[in-house]
């Protein structure tokens, strides 16, 4: 049976993704309300050929609505998502602002659909999106040779800071190509032409947000503590798309054609690895725009035993996002207990 939407931070980057995919996927909305901040609200924007108007999200009353899409950021979360909760919505949030919480499950769609069932304050948190990407590929593994440490360095498309973050880039490399010097208002230091070994904010530890919420989220969702997870977070001029170098050790050996094997049947993934004729994945030829998480460069590491490499790409905005937000909502309506959507 349709039910009522609400997409919260509709003007953003994965909100204008979440209202796509809802459309691509025919998800069953019988009411969609879009909501955002006071400054957007009053904005006319676009679902399945119709101009929907965007809503006040402060003001408005969230009775009525079964499912609520929140991809506004963890301050707007903390304060909304628990009122849209207690009407009696399933609320999908995108931040980081219950990733943490025993009460509220994350949930990446092909590797711990379960969890969903077990969500006591009606939040389900939807996993960064570096770690989202990764997960897909190695679950897999996981569960065929156990992983005792993960080392992955990221490169991380700005898309994944928002739309000023998409304009500085394309501003500072049109300036640059017209010699004129770059000005940094989003990152501290120049994007265009360069990467940066930055993603959110640096903690007490000298690692970042961005590449603790690999070491935390990757625990939690995989249910094991035991696993080391050691990462760098970089950020690259890409627009749309994150790739991942990862390097693994497993508890039992597995060889890198095991793996590709494994890999070939695993849900939401798509081996590209026949490298010798370009045959890998980037952001731009395979992820940007498109579903799957895209691996490939398989192989066994010289300088472990039980050591794999793999390279690992995919949409930030559609599977690092927006559509894992959409399939965790079409796993609660198709799990329906009759009194919560
Ligand atoms: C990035 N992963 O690429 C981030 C954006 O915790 O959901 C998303 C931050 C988050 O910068």
């Not at 793996?259 to 049947?265: I, N, S, T, V």
């Not at 725009?289 to 010289?302: A, M, Q, S």
Request: aromatic share 4%.
């Amino acid at each position: 049976n349709p039910v009522n939407v609400a997409v919260v931070g509709a003007t953003g980057v994965v909100g204008e993704a979440l209202l796509a995919i809802l459309h691509e996927r025919g998800f069953p909305v019988a009411q969609l309300r879009l909501l955002a901040s006071e400054r957007s609200a009053g904005e006319r924007v676009e679902f399945a050929g119709r101009k929907l108007l965007v809503e006040d999200l402060a003001t408005f009353d969230p009775e009525g609505i079964d499912v609520a899409l929140f991809s506004a950021g963890s301050d707007v979360a903390r304060e909304h998502a628990p009122r849209f909760a207690a009407a009696g919505a399933t609320v999908i949030d995108n931040s980081s602002a219950f990733r943490d919480d025993p009460q509220v499950p994350l949930v990446v769609a092909e590797v711990n659909p379960g969890a969903i069932a077990d969500r006591p304050r009606g939040i389900i948190a939807n996993p960064n999106c570096s770690t989202m990407q990764m997960l897909v590929a190695l679950a897999p593994i996981h569960r065929a040779a156990g992983i005792e440490r993960i080392n992955v360095a990221t490169y991380q498309s700005v898309s994944g800071t928002g739309r000023g973050a998409l304009e500085e880039l394309g501003r500072q490399t049109a300036g640059m190509l017209n010699f004129r010097e770059a000005k940094c208002e989003v990152y501290p230091v120049q994007i265009a032409f360069n990467v940066i070994p930055h993603g959110g904010d640096f903690c007490d530890n000298g690692y970042t947000t961005e590449e603790m919420k690999l070491v935390h989220e990757t625990r939690r969702i995989l249910g094991d503590d035991s696993i080391g997870v050691n990462a760098t977070v970089v950020r690259v001029p890409v627009f749309y798309g994150h790739s991942e170098a990862l390097h693994i050790e497993t508890r039992e050996k597995l060889t890198a054609r095991q793996a590709r094997e494994l890999l070939q049947d695993a849900p939401g993934v798509e081996v590209v690895d026949e490298p010798r004729g370009g045959g890998y994945p980037t952001a731009v030829t395979h992820a940007s725009g498109h579903d799957p998480v895209y691996v490939g460069r398989i192989r066994e590491d010289l300088s472990h035993p039980r050591g794999l490499s793999l390279w690992v790409v995919a949409d930030n905005i559609r599977k690092g996002a927006a559509l894992n937000a959409v399939q965790l909502a079409e796993l609660v309506l198709a799990g329906r207990d009759g009194t919560r959507a």
